[in-house]
């Protein structure tokens, strides 16, 4: 871990320092103790990455938007010691803090003029923390193979689980990261990482983006179309990262104004699917380069990244047909993936023959955190539980879920073809398919869907586009509008 690293936030400038470390020693944190962080994308944040892991201890992100029950469930299994917490999020940890025995202290992450009242002990003010310490700091010799970071995944059933990264797994994910055919970061780039800090370290940006030297640009919570238009076009942002509920926000607001992003070059979507009507609006209307990628939280997380590189964005809704670079992408250098059949048996690459998708490398998952056995088979596979195919030269395409699939009269139906065939519609923002039970078919697919701020949108007109686009068994029986749907991070 370096000793300082420069960081660009809404304008300011900001130095990790050796400071940061010598408070946590001071709060008795040591090398192992687990430190957990419940914040937004901000300099802050980004510092505690380095302090925590820099001096030996284990840092925790946490997703704020997990229950309360899933919130002390993470925090009591880890047996955090401290919590760092952004100002959103303090008052209700303060009072969850009696359901925490493990928490010595929580450190809100702001200056003291900001600093609210707790009645609750050892509520400590963040900038007063740092203030005072020395600037001078003896850093530990750590094992490359000692724990770095911890992220709890709920994307698989029960209980969250805990994926334990090391320094060595970490620094060999953010080269990978960096390298032409995968993020391609480099020291002319000004990057914004919408992606939350919180979900899976921000795809490793924080570490990669400082091994190559490129500027960070943090959004804070301002996550709104308006506000990360202009804070891309004010730090001349040209590569920025996120899931693609944050895009459709953006774009909206960039249709609605009639504006453009100046600089802005390449964008990386990842956490679900890229529409084809989102991409062939980044790339027609605004001359944005869309980059799929892939991974998991037992992946450190990026797997794969798409690179393919095409001209004119060729839209599916002409008839043409859908380009390898809505596919997931290649496997980045250390990446294995395969695919296999019910049996176990390993299917052959030829992009066409779908099968359970299994991953295995260097910063892949062993054995959950505190789990009793290895989490991988007797060749060191991990099962991700996505069904997929892969082409000859490696291209990833996930068609679902195995748990999401809709299977009708013994016939598979891949729910995420349903949800992007429904957003051919210009008037539906955000799909879902879904299966219901159904006595002779055992189960049918549903639609549930999201419209646009003023768009007049029906469910007839909706259902005409899957009779044009899907056989009549793989039509859905419904199209149920809702003003929202949940969205995953």
């Known amino acids: 871990?370096?000793?300082?690293?420069?960081?660009?936030?809404?304008?300011?400038?900001?130095?990790?320092?050796?400071?940061?470390?010598t408070a946590l020693a001071g709060l008795g944190v040591g090398v192992g103790d687990r430190v957990a962080t419940i914040a937004w994308n901000g300099y802050r944040h980004f510092e505690l990455y380095y302090a925590i892991s820099g001096s030996g201890a284990v840092l925790h992100t946490i997703n704020p938007r997990l229950s309360p029950e899933q919130l002390g469930y993470v925090i009591n299994h880890a047996e955090d010691k401290v919590v760092c917490v952004d100002l959103t999020f303090a008052p209700a940890i303060a009072a969850f803090l009696p359901k925490l025995p493990s928490i010595k202290a929580v450190v809100v992450l702001c200056d003291k003029a900001s600093m609210p009242k707790f009645d609750a002990p050892n509520i400590l003010c963040y900038e007063e923390l740092i203030a005072d310490e020395k600037a001078s700091y003896a850093w530990p010799a750590l094992d490359e193979r000692q724990a770095c970071s911890l992220c709890y995944t709920s994307g698989t059933t029960g209980a969250p689980k805990g994926v334990l990264y090391s320094h060595r797994s970490t620094v060999l994910h953010?080269?990978?990261?960096?390298?032409?055919?995968?993020?391609?970061?480099?020291?002319?780039?000004?990057?914004?990482p919408v992606v939350p800090m919180f979900h899976v370290n921000s795809w490793g940006i924080p570490y990669a983006a400082c091994m190559a030297g490129c500027k960070l640009v943090f959004p804070g919570s301002a996550m709104d179309?308006?506000?990360?238009?202009?804070?891309?076009?004010?730090?001349?942002?040209?590569?920025?990262?996120?899931?693609?509920?944050?895009?459709?926000?953006?774009?909206?607001?960039?249709?609605?104004?009639?504006?453009?992003?100046?600089?802005?070059?390449?964008?990386?979507?990842?956490?679900?699917?890229?529409?084809?009507?989102?991409?062939?609006?980044f790339e027609r209307k605004h001359n944005v380069r869309v980059q799929h990628a892939w991974g998991m939280t037992e992946m450190s997380p990026t797997g794969v990244v798409n690179d393919k590189e095409y001209g004119p964005f060729q839209s599916p809704a002409a008839g043409e047909a859908i380009p390898d670079k809505l596919k997931q992408g290649r496997e980045m250098y250390g990446v294995e993936l395969a695919i296999f059949d019910d049996a176990g048996n390993m299917l052959p690459r030829d992009g066409k023959t779908p099968g359970n998708l299994r991953c295995r490398g260097p910063w892949t998952l062993h054995t959950y955190y505190k789990a009793d056995k290895a989490s991988v088979d007797a060749d060191g596979w991990f099962d991700t539980g996505d069904?997929?195919?892969?082409?000859?030269?490696?291209?990833?395409?996930?068609?679902?879920?195995?748990?999401?699939?809709?299977?009708?009269?013994?016939?598979?139906?891949?729910?995420?073809?349903?949800?992007?065939?429904?957003?051919?519609?210009?008037?539906?923002?955000q799909a879902a398919a879904i299966a219901v039970p159904d006595e002779k078919w055992g189960e049918r697919p549903v639609v549930v869907a999201v419209k646009r701020p003023d768009a007049q949108v029906d469910k007839a007109g909706v259902l005409a586009i899957y009779h044009e686009s899907v056989p009549k068994w793989s039509v859905p029986d419904d199209v149920i509008f809702v003003e929202a749907l949940p969205v995953r991070e």
């Open 1 to 21: 871990m370096l000793p300082s690293i420069c960081v660009r936030s809404r304008g300011r400038t900001h130095l990790v320092s050796v400071g940061h470390c």
């Open 174 to 192: 953010a080269f990978s990261v960096c390298t032409t055919n995968s993020f391609a970061l480099g020291q002319r780039d000004s990057l914004l």
């Open 225 to 281: 179309g308006k506000s990360l238009a202009e804070l891309m076009a004010a730090e001349h942002v040209n590569m920025t990262a996120g899931v693609p509920t944050v895009w459709q926000m953006l774009l909206a607001h960039l249709e609605a104004t009639n504006s453009k992003l100046p600089h802005l070059e390449r964008v990386l979507i990842g956490g679900s699917a890229c529409a084809p009507s989102m991409m062939e609006e």
């Open 387 to 429: 069904m997929a195919t892969i082409s000859k030269d490696g291209y990833l395409h996930i068609t679902d879920r195995a748990k999401d699939l809709i299977k009708t009269g013994g016939e598979w139906i891949s729910s995420i073809d349903l949800e992007n065939i429904a957003l051919k519609h210009p008037g539906i923002a």
